[in-house]
C-alpha cells in the first residue's frame, strides 16, 4: 500500500517569515495529493490539493509543488501569520485510498 | 446542509465492552471511509466503502467491523473493546470520481478505553 512521509515534525518560524513542510510517497499509482489543517480539538480541513498532471498550485499565501518522477510534492506557506499555527498533514491517494503522512506542528512565533 | 455528522462525541468503555460510532453524510457521496488519528501517527485508515454494500479493509482494520447498507451511513464496530483502541476516530466522505474529490471530516469521536 501507500506509504507517506512528512518532513519536519514540528516547525517554529517567526510572523511573517515562510514554513514549507516537505513529503515523500511510494505508490506511483497516487494521482491527487491534498493538504489539511488542523487546529487543536477540530475536524482536519482541506486547503490546498494537487492533482498529479498538474505540477504547481497557488492559493493566495498557500502553495504546492509536486515532482511525479520524484514522488515527492511540498506545502509553501508565505508571510505566516498566528492563525496559521496548526497542525498540517499531506495526504496522497491511490484507488480511493487516501493515506496521510504523520503530521507537521506550526508554531508562528509573535 | 450538515455535513458528515458523527456521533458520539465522546466515549469511555470498558475492556471487553462492544459499541458502535455512527457516521452519516447528506452529500450523496459514494465513497465513505473511517481514520483513527493517535499522537505522532496521523490519520490511519480503518475501512472504507466504495458505495452501499461494498466495504473494504485498510492499513489497521483488526477489531473493527463496518458495514454500509445505505449510500448516507457508515457504522464502525468495535467488537471487543481494547485499551489499544484509545483514540481519536473520524469518519470521512467524498465523491469517488476524478474532480470534487475533497474528503470531508466529521468532528470526531474521542475513546477512552479503560
Known amino acids: 500500500g501507500e506509504n507517506v512521509e512528512q518532513h519536519p515534525s514540528t516547525l517554529s518560524v517567526q510572523e511573517g517569515d515562510s514554513a514549507v513542510i516537505k513529503c515523500t510517497y511510494s505508490d506511483s499509482a497516487s494521482n491527487y495529493f491534498p493538504w489539511y489543517k488542523q487546529e487543536l480539538g477540530k475536524r482536519p480541513q482541506l486547503i490546498i490539493d494537487?492533482?498529479?498532471?498538474?505540477g504547481e498550485k497557488k492559493d493566495q499565501r498557500i502553495a504546492v509543488t509536486l515532482n511525479k518522477t520524484a514522488k515527492h510534492f511540498s506545502l509553501h506557506i508565505t508571510e505566516t501569520q498566528p492563525e496559521d499555527s496548526a497542525v498540517y498533514f499531506c495526504?496522497?491517494?491511490?484507488?480511493?485510498?487516501?493515506?496521510f503522512g504523520a503530521g507537521t506542528t506550526v508554531t508562528v512565533r509573535a | 446542509n450538515a455535513g458528515v455528522t458523527q456521533t458520539p462525541k465522546f466515549q469511555v468503555l470498558k475492556t471487553g465492552q462492544s459499541m458502535t460510532l455512527q457516521c452519516a453524510q447528506d452529500?450523496?457521496?459514494?465513497?465513505m471511509s473511517w481514520y483513527r488519528q493517535d499522537p505522532g501517527m496521523g490519520l490511519r485508515l480503518i475501512h472504507y466503502s466504495v458505495g452501499a454494500g461494498i466495504t473494504d479493509q485498510g492499513e489497521v482494520p483488526n477489531g473493527y467491523n463496518v458495514s454500509r447498507s445505505t449510500t448516507e451511513d457508515f457504522p464502525l464496530r468495535l467488537l471487543s473493546a481494547a485499551p489499544s483502541q484509545t483514540s481519536v476516530y473520524f469518519c470521512?466522505?467524498?465523491?469517488?470520481?476524478?474532480?470534487?474529490?475533497?474528503?470531508?471530516f466529521g468532528q470526531g469521536t474521542r475513546l477512552t478505553v479503560v
Open positions: 494537487i492533482r498529479s498532471n498538474v
Open positions: 452529500m450523496n457521496h459514494e465513497y
Open positions: 495526504a496522497a491517494r491511490a484507488d480511493y485510498k487516501l493515506s
Open positions: 470521512a466522505s467524498s465523491y469517488s470520481g476524478e474532480v470534487n474529490t475533497e474528503a470531508f
